[in-house]
């Protein structure tokens, strides 16, 4: 089995790929950082895995694409993606620049757009595969301080349910996350308990879960919040 996650070398995005390497998945890892790729390159390094690592700009639809068309010919059929890649600036919509919103709207829903079409067309040809796009809790209700990135995150679950949409009559699963407040990097240097937030491990295993469910069975969407935030 092969999985593509982007924004693979922090929070999420790395909590699914030790997961997924840990269950046997070879793994297409996408970020901007060469550096954190080649220290999870080698974290994650075991005789028996295929571990390739692209540096790209997701924000920059010319390496996206650059990047697909490699990964096709260096990695062959793709099993799971994770659309994980994303930005949060926060700020008054009415008050920022239109540049906020344009960078959040690259990364938030443009990449996931353009690598979804890619693969959703060859999973739909082959008839499986399952596409995972990490959404967020602003997807439905807008966070205070958030206005654009909630725009953007609300986007990327229309997009979501699009893709089920077109891809469930061809045997391909589509599920969004929908995570509240998570320890990741943008929570550094936080006095907030850890016990307070949701942690990349957990969503971790449950898109493993996921995955190992009956062939006839789509979750649509996983709401996971805080206990007690």
């Given at each position: 089995?092969?999985?593509?996650?982007?924004?693979?070398?922090?929070?999420?995005?790395?909590?699914?790929?030790?997961?997924?390497?840990?269950a046997g998945y070879d793994l297409a890892l996408v970020a901007r950082s060469s550096h954190d790729l080649d220290?999870?390159?080698?974290?994650?390094?075991?005789?028996?895995?295929?571990?390739?690592?692209?540096?790209?700009?997701?924000?920059?639809?010319?390496?996206?694409?650059?990047?697909?068309?490699?990964?096709?010919?260096?990695?062959?059929?793709?099993?799971?993606?994770?659309?994980?890649?994303?930005?949060?600036?926060?700020?008054?919509?009415?008050?920022?620049?239109?540049?906020?919103?344009?960078?959040?709207?690259?990364?938030?829903?443009?990449?996931?757009?353009?690598?979804?079409?890619?693969?959703?067309?060859?999973?739909?040809?082959?008839?499986?595969?399952?596409?995972?796009?990490?959404?967020?809790?602003?997807?439905?209700?807008?966070?205070?301080?958030?206005?654009?990135?909630?725009?953007?995150?609300?986007?990327?679950?229309?997009?979501?349910?699009?893709?089920?949409?077109?891809?469930?009559?061809?045997?391909?699963?589509?599920?969004?996350?929908?995570?509240?407040?998570?320890?990741?990097?943008?929570?550094?240097?936080?006095?907030?308990?850890?016990?307070?937030?949701?942690?990349?491990?957990?969503?971790?295993?449950?898109?493993?879960?996921?995955?190992?469910?009956?062939?006839?069975v789509n979750v649509d969407e996983v709401l996971i919040t805080p206990l007690d935030f």
């Open positions: 089995m092969r999985a593509v996650i982007t924004g693979a070398t922090k929070g999420i995005g790395r909590a699914i790929a030790i997961k997924l390497q840990a220290e999870l390159q080698e974290e994650l390094s075991l005789p028996d895995r295929m571990i390739k690592t692209y540096q790209v700009d997701c924000s920059v639809k010319e390496e996206v694409y650059q990047f697909l068309h490699q990964v096709r010919n260096e990695f062959g059929d793709i099993d799971v993606l994770v659309n994980n890649v994303g930005i949060y600036l926060p700020g008054s919509l009415l008050d920022e620049s239109d540049e906020v919103f344009e960078e959040q709207q690259a990364l938030n829903v443009n990449a996931a757009y353009y690598i979804s079409k890619f693969f959703g067309k060859e999973m739909r040809s082959r008839r499986s595969g399952h596409i995972f796009n990490i959404c967020s809790v602003a997807s439905k209700t807008p966070v205070e301080n958030g206005g654009s990135y909630s725009v953007t995150k609300a986007a990327m679950l229309s997009l979501n349910h699009v893709l089920r949409q077109e891809l469930a009559p061809h045997h391909v699963k589509v599920t969004a996350f929908l995570p509240g407040s998570t320890k990741t990097a943008s929570w550094e240097g936080t006095t907030i308990p850890d016990e307070k937030f949701v942690q990349p491990v957990d969503i971790a295993e449950t898109l493993y879960t996921i995955l190992t469910l009956s062939k006839g």
